[in-house]
């Protein structure tokens, strides 16, 4: 893993890192798989985070810690997908828009959470540079993640939402090429929650209300 952390390129006077512009690759390979509602977008999302894990590790520990949850959650969605993509007669998972009550379950886990990670990134300072905004992304990702292993339309909503903060704080950290992958992550999120949200009007009805997970 050490080898990956030597430099690539420069990329408009910025030292892009082997590991950065790895990882980010497959970062939108797992974007654009999930598109397509395939099932490999969960395993390609583990390797991102994997060489994004060696390529923060030791420097932005905090954004470290945030790709061992991703990975962990990358788990679980293969376990879902895996498990519900039966639900649609093209055999993968079925997008569906979330019920109000997971939408304000999933907007009060992000609120909650966004403090308690920033609190913490305050408390120890060599975990993050920019707490609030470092758990903004942590936090928004891991929801993002979550609503799309549920296949939630909204996911791409909390995904926008997080490329809006990830964009100029990537490249205020000098991680360039993440920041330059977040605009583009930007564009295939619009493209994305179209195809989704078209789907979802054909699809089956959303899940009833307190339906366990």
């Given at each position: ?15 892009i ?123 928004g ?22 490329d ?28 994305g ?21």
């Amino acid at each position: 893993m050490n080898s990956l952390n030597t430099e690539a390129f420069t990329l408009f006077g910025q030292h892009i890192l082997w590991s950065d512009a790895i990882g980010n690759s497959f970062g939108l390979v797992a974007l654009a798989l999930g598109r397509r509602r395939s099932l490999w977008s969960w395993p390609v999302q583990f390797l991102s985070g994997l060489i994004l894990f060696g390529a923060f590790y030791g420097n932005l520990t905090g954004s470290a810690g945030k790709q061992a949850v991703v990975m962990v959650v990358a788990l679980y969605g293969w376990w879902r997908w895996n498990r519900d993509r039966g639900t649609s007669a093209d055999g993968h998972i079925a997008p569906r828009f979330a019920t109000w009550r997971e939408r304000a379950a999933m907007i009060a886990a992000a609120a909650a959470g966004t403090v308690a990670v920033a609190l913490l990134f305050k408390a120890y300072p060599h975990l993050s540079w920019d707490p609030w905004p470092d758990a903004y992304i942590f936090v928004g990702t891991v929801v993002a993640m979550y609503a799309q292993a549920r296949g939630m339309v909204e996911f791409w909503f909390a995904w926008l939402l997080v490329d809006l903060v990830g964009v100029p704080l990537n490249f205020a950290n000098g991680y360039a090429f993440s920041g330059f992958v977040y605009v583009i992550y930007g564009a295939l999120v619009l493209w994305g929650m179209r195809d989704w949200w078209l789907r979802s009007r054909r699809g089956p009805r959303p899940a009833l209300e307190g339906a366990p997970a």
